[in-house]
């Protein structure tokens, strides 16, 4: 089956924290990997996005991911939490429009 | 102006009415796009459009259909709303010149079927 999984529903973390969300595609997902934020009561917004070249991805907002072929992943994270960083987060498998459940960011004060 | 827009933007029917969604853009893009979202599942594909005269079936489009009307107009019509349609449902948009680019995202319509 072609899937994007990301791995957690729900990622707590502290202001100032490391931001660690996972995502990890099928074999059969071509990769082109793009992360997406969506802010409440918004549409779906561009982080950042991998097609080829280089494997560590920067993208707005402090975010960068790295895309592993080895391990079928393509991580996100952000070295300092910030409290407007708290959103939902989706992995697209963009060639087969295959999203992730996505990750509800929560950021504790 | 925002370049993706929905209406409504919420709607409320019951079982068995005929809703329409609509979406227009002002990006240009020659595709144009349908999902869903519902809590954990994230977005699920409805229907997509490559041009004005090319409609495809997504993962979910079974008591769905569309309209491309313009290269900016792409409307979803449920034929006979039932209370599992009720979700968050987005039009988004997107260019293939230059590679494969991003989707943008209208602020979507929430819908609930009562």
């Known amino acids: 089956a072609q899937s994007v999984t990301q791995l957690g529903s729900h990622v707590s973390v502290s202001e100032g924290a490391l931001v660690l969300l996972r995502c990890n595609y099928s074999?059969?997902?071509?990769?082109?990997l793009f992360w997406y934020v969506q802010y409440p009561n918004q549409g779906l917004q561009l982080l950042l996005k991998?097609?080829?070249?280089?494997?560590l991805v920067k993208g707005i907002n402090g975010f960068e991911a790295e895309f592993k072929k080895s391990e079928t992943s393509f991580h996100l994270t952000k070295p300092s939490a910030h409290m407007s960083d708290a959103a939902e987060y989706f992995c697209?498998?963009?060639?087969?429009?295959?999203f992730g459940q996505g990750t509800r960011l929560t950021i504790n004060p | 102006d925002a370049d993706v827009t929905q209406t409504p933007r919420n709607r409320i029917t019951k079982t068995g009415k005929r809703i329409m969604l609509e979406c227009s853009q002002t990006?240009?893009?020659?595709?144009m796009y349908w999902y869903r979202q519902d809590p954990g599942l994230g977005l699920r594909l409805i229907y997509y459009?490559?041009?004005?005269?090319?409609?495809n079936k997504g993962e979910i489009s079974d008591g769905y259909s569309v309209s491309r009307q313009a290269q900016a107009k792409f409307s979803l019509s449920l034929e006979s709303a039932i209370p599992n349609q009720t979700a968050l449902y987005f039009c988004?948009?997107?260019?293939?010149?230059?590679?494969?680019?991003?989707?943008?995202f209208g602020p979507g319509t929430r819908l609930t079927v009562l």
């Open positions: 459009s490559f041009d004005v005269k090319d409609i």
């Open positions: 988004a948009t997107s260019d293939l010149r230059g590679g494969l680019t991003a989707q943008y």
């Open positions: 990006k240009g893009h020659d595709r």
């Open positions: 697209e498998g963009a060639q087969k429009l295959v």
């Open positions: 074999s059969s997902v071509p990769p082109y």
């Open positions: 991998y097609t080829t070249g280089a494997t």
